[in-house]
């Protein structure tokens, strides 16, 4: 089983400040990463699929960069209705397919 | 629009059972892979199941594994959670989400709002 890990846990920005979530795979996933908004009482979204490609209706100000091992997304203009907690997911070795343990975004 | 809207969820009693259901609607249902994933409280998610478009193939996580049973009606757009010998570790928010695959990339999207299921007595 491919182990998730996602720091930090959780992380406090004010306002157009630059946010970037880190998450790191026990074994190499390629680009085969995907990460989702979870707020409150609400399904998770899609941000990103396949490591850096945003997905529709995700705006400009997220983007995930990495490969192998190490992921990370940026939010890069912090707005408050980007509180969330955010979560990765690897789809490389599975099953079990696996998600990391979550950052929280707190504004 | 594609829409999942899941059903089905409530208080049940430790060992009893519960079948939750996921109607699909906006897109062809049949010709996607789909999978269940749910949340305890204070917790992470957690992928649970998954299943083929047309069932053949159909994979558990351990936690669940020989306990809940995954199954869908094409005809009827619907995706099904048979969930047996609950337990108050089963006590989440469960979830419904279509697998997507573009050139060996995967990813979930979109999921429905979720349906609560509380094992306590």
């Known amino acids: 089983e491919i182990l998730m890990t996602q720091s930090p846990a959780t992380l406090s920005v004010s306002p157009g400040e630059r946010a970037t979530l880190s998450c790191r795979t026990s074994?190499?996933?390629?680009?085969?990463l995907a990460w989702y908004q979870k707020k409150p009482g609400q399904a998770p979204r899609l941000v990103i699929f396949?490591?850096?490609t945003r997905a529709t209706g995700i705006p400009a100000r997220f983007s995930g960069s990495g490969s192998g091992t190490e992921f990370s997304l940026t939010i890069s203009s912090l707005q408050s209705e980007d509180s969330a907690v955010y979560y990765c997911?690897?789809?490389?070795?599975?099953?079990?397919?696996?998600f990391g343990g979550g950052t929280k975004v707190e504004i | 629009e594609m829409k999942l809207v899941e059903s089905g969820g409530g208080l049940v009693q430790p060992g009893g059972s519960l079948t939750l259901s996921c109607a699909a609607s906006?897109?062809?249902?049949?010709?996607?892979?789909m999978n269940w994933v749910r949340q305890a409280p204070g917790k992470g998610l957690e992928w649970i199941s998954y299943?083929?478009?047309?069932?053949?193939?159909?994979y558990y996580a351990d936690s669940v594994k020989g306990r809940f049973a995954i199954s869908r009606d094409n005809a009827k757009n619907l995706l099904y959670l048979q969930m047996k010998s609950l337990r108050a570790e089963d006590t989440a928010v469960y979830y419904c989400?279509?697998?997507?695959?573009?050139?060996?990339?995967?990813?979930?999207?979109?999921w429905g709002q979720g349906t609560q299921v509380t094992v306590s007595s």
């Open positions: 989400a279509r697998d997507l695959r573009v050139a060996g990339v995967r990813w979930f999207d979109p």
């Open positions: 906006g897109f062809t249902f049949g010709s996607y892979e």
């Open positions: 299943i083929t478009g047309s069932s053949s193939t159909i």
């Open positions: 074994q190499s996933v390629g680009s085969n």
């Open positions: 396949g490591a850096s």
């Open positions: 997911q690897q789809y490389t070795n599975w099953p079990p397919l696996t």
